[in-house]
């Protein structure tokens, strides 16, 4: 009996039993040429369908970063030409470049570089100052949209706004001057020249800066 | 190529050799048909099963990562083929054919090996699936509890149980009392444990 010897021995009167009938020549190699045919029938279409994925996928993040480059250079050139449009015109006053066209918005604006304190320390006009000088690279995102309580509309209310020179505002700082809150404006004068003037309120006085 | 071990053969066949795969699918098929022929019971159906089993070892062999013989994962491939086969064939309706019946050439002796294979595939096919690939494994094909464990994907005590079970039931019909083979006259090499490194 099979239970005569230990479990773990193969069992050699079963293994007899067991052994088939041996395959016929002709029938091993239609077994293994059956299997080779189907496989060199799947392997091309598989390599060749992870091959197309492949080449999909790569194709698709270079089409990705290719879009978003040309999003990035259209919006930045966008700017510049939007900033040289402004500079282009000579003797067009703050309130035609602030109401210019609804198409221009707040591209046509001045840049509002953010608040530096107390202007009558030097370490902060001098921060101002160089932020006005690359107003771009300085510019804040207002949290309101840039709407109400932006220097521009602070600016556009101001009364004594019509003392600052004439020329295009390209941008604005703001902080206080001598206890007072003032709005730093640069203005490009149209003849190539600049000037940073401070408009202090209560009461409301031009100040030129540089 | 003929010397090269299964795990050599392997490793070249899938990184695309196909002369290897064709060497490893040769020296494999009769342990592959032994597996399939005893856990099916039906040599026609055996050989469909034999075919699939080696389809998909031509078609999977860059997933064979080595860690276990190759001819483990061949018993593994050729077992789950046959346990496929075994259920598409219970979904077919009965055949007219009665079951075991092969086509024989004329020859001394022939009734006695006919009538042998069927009381082997008649006792096989009495016992629980589980039962007959838990003794097939160990008695052909030689595996050791370990390795049929791996195969099935069940505990080396359930494996143990198995192939005690199915021992004592598939005694109990071949040879009740005890005395020997049955009607058995064919002794043939066997198709497992050839150049095979693992």
């Known amino acids: 009996m099979a239970d005569d010897r230990p479990d773990d021995q193969r069992d050699e009167r079963i293994a007899t039993w067991l052994e088939p009938e041996p395959l016929d020549e002709l029938t091993r190699r239609r077994l293994v040429a059956g299997a080779m045919q189907a496989s060199s029938r799947e392997a091309p279409s598989s390599g060749g369908s992870r091959r197309a994925w492949r080449w999909i996928a790569t194709a698709a993040v270079i089409v990705v970063v290719l879009v978003g480059a040309l999003a990035v250079f259209t919006a930045q050139s966008g700017n510049e030409s939007q900033l040289s449009d402004a500079r282009k015109q000579p003797g067009q006053s703050r309130d035609q470049t602030q109401q210019a066209s609804p198409a221009l918005g707040a591209a046509s604006s001045p840049i509002d570089v953010g608040g530096f304190g107390n202007l009558d320390v030097p370490a902060n006009l001098r921060r101002l100052r160089t932020a006005l000088a690359h107003p771009r690279r300085a510019a804040v995102v207002p949290s309101n949209g840039g709407e109400a309580g932006s220097p521009s509309n602070e600016l556009s209310t101001a009364t004594c706004r019509d003392q600052l020179p004439a020329g295009t505002i390209i941008a604005v700082g703001s902080g206080t001057l001598d206890g007072r809150r003032a709005l730093v404006v640069l203005t490009d004068r149209g003849d190539g020249s600049r000037s940073i003037d401070a408009v202090l309120a209560d009461p409301c006085e031009v100040r030129p800066l540089a | ?198």
Do not use: K
């Not at chain 2, 050791?144 to 198995?162: C, F, K, N, Q, W």
């Open chain 2, 1 to 198: 190529m003929r010397d090269e071990s299964d795990s050599v053969l392997a490793a070249r066949a899938s990184r695309g050799d196909r002369q290897a795969l064709e060497v490893l699918l040769d020296r494999n098929v009769d342990r592959i048909h032994a597996v399939c022929r005893r856990v099916v019971g039906h040599p026609e159906d055996a050989l469909d099963a034999t075919q699939e089993a080696m389809i998909a070892i031509a078609r999977g062999i860059d997933r064979f990562d080595g860690r276990a013989a190759f001819s483990t994962w061949c018993y593994r491939v050729a077992t789950n083929a046959a346990l496929d086969e075994l259920r598409r064939r219970r979904r077919r309706p009965v055949p007219a054919r009665p079951d075991g019946h092969e086509p024989v050439t004329p020859g001394p002796g022939v009734e006695d090996r006919v009538g042998a294979r069927l009381d082997v595939d008649a006792a096989l096919r009495a016992l629980p699936d589980d039962f007959r690939v838990a003794v097939v494994l160990r008695d052909l094909c030689d595996l050791d509890y370990a390795e049929i464990a791996e195969v099935l994907d069940v505990p080396p005590g359930t494996v143990r149980s198995r192939i005690s079970r199915g021992r004592a039931l598939l005694v109990e019909r071949l040879d009740p009392e005890g005395a020997g083979p049955p009607r058995t006259g064919n002794r043939l090499p066997s198709p497992v444990r050839q150049n095979d490194d693992g």
